[in-house]
């Protein structure tokens, strides 16, 4: 429940009295006298959905609701007035959603000293190939304030939200890359870990760098669960780790990818960072405008001209938006499409009688080189075998399928893994 107090002149105050008795609101009503014009505190508890409604209802009485109005939280109220909203919708109010966005947003100090804290976990979970301190990297990220202060300024068209909610993530991920590339070279170079490690062949590491479908429907349930979560007064803490989830491991990688000087495993991880940030504020603004938020004076019959001017921010934001998801999702299209391809190619070839022993346990295609017409590919191809048996010409023969699926030479790594005769 809300408890909403609210400062009435004299004037207005039978208009808005008749208001809140004709939705049969209870209220109490205490004569303000601090000034000069007689005026009046009303109070009253209304449930999240009712207060836009009713307040919007109440400023069509001429009352200035801007000038003095506070929405509180009531634990309790009798009566509970729960039949106060009429369009009944499961959503708390404009002003309420801008607060609570800007509520989870930190301090710049802890917001940036944070992102560096979770950049480095993340960073030695990658390399560890451990799941759950990749998970506990997420937990401590702050990323999900910035990123639903972006989301909400664009659906309100708020030139201050937007702004700041796009320097934040901005410069939020680029502090995480420094820190997790800077934190790359030391761990490197210092003999923490052996020189010679591979860090492509590194589990962890191997799924942020090749952007697929399933990396897209990640950064898309995260917007749009950031913002189910951000305006329907439910927890949103859960949601701050699905939307860190598609981000910070994501940035990671790309640092380990600078300090190990491997553009491919920076540019496959950079593409998957950019489509999650795309996804998660572009799903965020579209879930918020289909749960009933507007701009401030928003009229659908507005004309086009008139309406891109008068709000600007939320066009340009909503273009640049789309901009980018179209950039890298073409790029996620076309490694979908390679790795439909390619799965497909691996799955006949294996099909062949002399491969009949083998188990196919995982088809990998990632990023292996960048030239300037073209993206090359790298595939590694994990199978199980009898332990007696070498199986010689199974690269050749995943290398042709493989060329011919995808009409372009690509490099194809086999890793066996020896089963013992009693599997």
Request: glycine content about 8%.
């Amino acid at each position: 429940m809300r408890l909403i107090h609210i400062r009435v002149p004299d004037a207005v105050l039978n208009s808005v009295c008749g208001v809140l008795d004709d939705r049969d609101i209870s209220y109490v009503q205490t004569k303000e006298t601090s000034d000069d014009e007689a005026a009046w505190l009303l109070q009253f508890p209304l449930p999240p959905e009712a207060v836009d409604e009713v307040l919007d209802d109440l400023k069509a009485t001429g009352l200035d609701a801007d000038r003095y109005t506070v929405v509180g939280n009531a634990e309790t109220a009798r009566p509970d007035q729960s039949n106060s909203a009429r369009r009944h919708e499961d959503r708390i109010s404009h002003d309420e959603l801008r607060g609570r966005a800007v509520g989870m947003n930190p301090g710049q100090g802890t917001y940036y000293g944070m992102t560096v804290l979770s950049a480095i976990v993340a960073t030695a979970g990658l390399l560890l190939d451990s799941p759950a301190i990749v998970v506990g990297s997420m937990v401590i990220a702050p990323q999900v304030g910035s990123a639903l202060i972006a989301s909400v300024g664009t659906t309100l068209s708020d030139r201050r939200l937007i702004v700041d909610g796009v320097r934040d993530q901005l410069l939020g991920l680029a502090v995480a890359i420094g820190s997790a590339a800077l934190f790359g070279l030391f761990i490197r170079y210092s003999g923490f870990v052996p020189g010679q490690l591979r860090v492509t062949t590194v589990q962890q590491i191997a799924q942020r760098i090749s952007p697929g479908f399933l990396s897209l429907v990640v950064g898309l349930c995260a917007g749009a669960a950031g913002a189910f979560g951000l305006a329907t007064a439910l927890p949103v803490s859960l949601v701050g780790v699905m939307i860190a989830a598609a981000l910070i491991p994501a940035a990671a990688a790309i640092g380990v990818g600078i300090a190990w000087g491997l553009p491919a495993v920076a540019l496959g991880a950079g593409i998957l960072l950019l489509v999650n940030v795309a996804s998660i504020n572009l799903t965020g603004v579209l879930v918020l405008w289909g749960l009933g938020f507007r701009p401030l004076n928003w009229a659908a019959d507005r004309p086009p001209s008139e309406t891109v001017r008068t709000y600007a921010p939320t066009v340009v934001a909503v273009l640049t938006l789309l901009v980018a998801f179209a950039g890298a999702g073409t790029v996620t299209a076309q490694q979908m499409q390679v790795e439909t391809s390619v799965n497909n190619a691996v799955t006949e070839a294996l099909s062949n009688e002399s491969y009949e022993r083998l188990r196919l346990q995982s088809v990998q295609t990632r990023f292996g080189g960048v030239s300037v017409y073209r993206l090359d590919r790298v595939v590694t191809v994990t199978v199980s075998r009898p332990a007696d048996r070498p199986y010689p010409a199974l690269v050749s023969d995943l290398e042709r399928a493989v060329g011919r699926s995808i009409a372009d030479d690509t490099t194809v790594e086999v890793t066996f893994e020896d089963r013992h005769p009693t599997e």
